[in-house]
């Protein structure tokens, strides 16, 4: 079975003369959508560029003009930051392209208030058009429908999926909550009494990420002093970017999960929603290459007598030079070489992944494994794996997953065969990294950084493109 182990221990028109023509009045149509934002901020590029600007007043005469703004845009940015164009044409197309908010103004109102107040979540309003919003009445009607909707979907989008899009992700932050189409969730919002109200609702409603976002909204006193300054801003920190990672998760959590949170160096497995046992776990390094990653998988089977295919990686970089070194190397360590140049460890009690491997296929060759170096789980700092997690009582874990009692699994092991047993179901994991969460018991925990993650992460929240 191979695995990122180790072998000491595996692992966006212008107004002028009526148009006499159809193609005439659309490139009117297109250049305004050009110039629709030339001195108040709001730009598109259209599919042609015109040789000059528009006339500066813009003002609907019918539906049609929001459709050929639309559809004739490669791009429409505010102030700086591109509007999400396709859950505009989303949007509008189920409504005929009929502008929403000139008959709805103290809708209106409740939304660029609600945008305005992003702060509540962690993020920054700048990143929704809050200056344009702030002067939202200076614009024209059209120019006023358009960024009002795509501040209302960029919103929106960042409650719902994260406000730091996938693209800007790093390979370990592979989490994915399930897909909300924005455009449809805006749609529905307008049948509310508050539109606002739908809006929020699409942030997560999870224990941690009220109990984050009421401590960030709790009154502080003034910090006295530099370091108490830092402290408290470290705080802060903590609680927006874990309110971030908490949107990058599942609305809806599996009632029956393993979890586990790298930071805090456990594992919890869930039943009915509620806590039913807990392990201490070892996780990845702390250097860059084998720190455990950020995802999400389904464990479909538990291995008993694991053998371990070394990663080639691993190989070139530990095992040859250790050969070289010492030709006995190889058979004290119960290992043998393959023909095709792979290095196995066979199953044994000295076996790097122990004698229960969890099979839980994923894009990063990460698993929950035993262990024979059982010292490890009494320190405090437990970042010593390749990645993997090694888990203090997988015996435990095994019989639960497989929902048969723990003489079973013990009968497995005891056999020496290298069985692979399927769970009567799947069960999905999730390796988190949350620095800041809530217990079990309701209270809000706060762990060392050790991969020094947080600070990327608020970087790119601050600066995330809406």
Same mark, same amino acid.
């Given at each position: ?16 003369? $009526? ?38 007043? &813009? ?21 700086? +930051? ?53 002067? #939202? ?8 429908? %358009? ?22 992700? +790093? ?35 999870? $224990? ?6 009421? =401590? ?16 408290? @801003? ?5 609680? +927006? ?7 990058? &998760? ?13 930071? !805090? ?21 702390? !250097? ?8 999400? @998988?389904? #464990? ?13 990686? %691993? ?17 004290? !360590? ?11 460890? &066979?199953?044994? $009690? ?38 993997? #997690?090694?888990?203090? !009582? ?11 009692? %723990? ?5 497995? %092991? ?9 769970? $009567? ?32 992460? =608020? ?8």
């Amino acid at each position: 079975m191979s695995g990122r182990g180790d072998a000491t221990g595996a692992e966006g028109r212008g107004v002028g003369a $009526p148009d006499a023509s159809p193609a005439p009045r659309r490139r009117a149509l297109l250049q305004g959508a050009a110039a629709l934002g030339a001195t108040l901020g709001l730009g598109a590029c259209a599919g042609a560029p015109p040789p000059r600007p528009a006339p500066a007043v &813009l003002a609907p005469r019918n539906d049609g003009e929001l459709a050929h703004i639309l559809e004739g845009a490669r791009e429409i940015r505010v102030g700086g +930051k591109a509007l999400d164009l396709d859950a505009l044409r989303r949007f509008y197309g189920r409504r005929g392209y009929r502008p929403v908010w000139a008959s709805r103004e103290a809708e209106a109102q409740a939304v660029v208030e609600t945008v305005l107040r992003a702060g509540a979540h962690g993020l920054d309003p700048e990143a929704f058009h809050a200056p344009q919003l702030r002067r #939202i009445e200076t614009f024209s009607p059209l120019r006023r429908e %358009i960024l009002l909707t795509g501040a209302a979907l960029s919103y929106a989008d960042a409650l719902a999926h994260g406000a730091v899009p996938p693209g800007r992700r +790093k390979p370990f932050e592979a989490l994915q909550p399930g897909t909300v189409d924005v455009a449809e969730a805006l749609h529905d919002a307008l049948w509310r009494p508050d539109p606002a109200e739908g809006i929020e609702a699409l942030a997560p409603q999870t $224990p941690t990420y009220l109990a984050l976002r009421a =401590m960030l909204l709790a009154p502080r006193r003034p910090a006295v002093g530099r370091a108490a300054a830092a402290a408290a @801003a470290e705080r802060i920190r903590s609680l +927006k970017v874990n309110m971030e990672r908490e949107r990058w &998760l599942p609305r809806r959590l599996p009632p029956e999960r393993v979890w586990v949170n790298i930071p !805090n160096q456990r594992l919890v497995f869930y039943r009915g929603g509620e806590p039913v046992f807990t392990t201490r776990v070892v996780v990845g390094e702390v !250097n860059e290459r084998n720190q455990s990653p950020e995802f999400d @998988a389904l #464990i479909e089977a538990s291995f008993f007598n694991p053998p371990w295919i070394v990663p080639r990686d %691993i190989v070139e970089a530990e095992i040859l030079p250790r050969i070289a070194r010492d030709p006995d190397y190889l058979a004290r !360590n119960n290992m043998v070489m393959r023909p095709n140049g792979e290095v196995e460890q &066979l199953p044994g $009690p000295t076996a790097g992944l122990g004698y229960i491997l969890f099979d839980m296929p994923n894009p990063f060759d990460v698993y929950l494994h035993d262990t024979p170096d059982r010292f490890v789980f009494s320190r405090g700092n437990r970042q010593m794996s390749r990645g993997c #997690i090694r888990v203090e !009582n997988p015996r435990e874990l095994a019989a639960l997953l497989m929902r048969q009692p %723990i003489e079973a699994i013990d009968e497995k %092991i005891a056999d020496g065969s290298t069985i692979r047993t399927r769970l $009567p179901r799947p069960v999905p994991v999730f390796v988190t990294y949350h620095t800041a969460f809530l217990d079990d018991d309701g209270t809000i925990q706060f762990r060392p950084d050790f991969y020094a993650r947080d600070a990327g992460l =608020m970087q790119r929240l601050g600066t995330a493109e809406a």
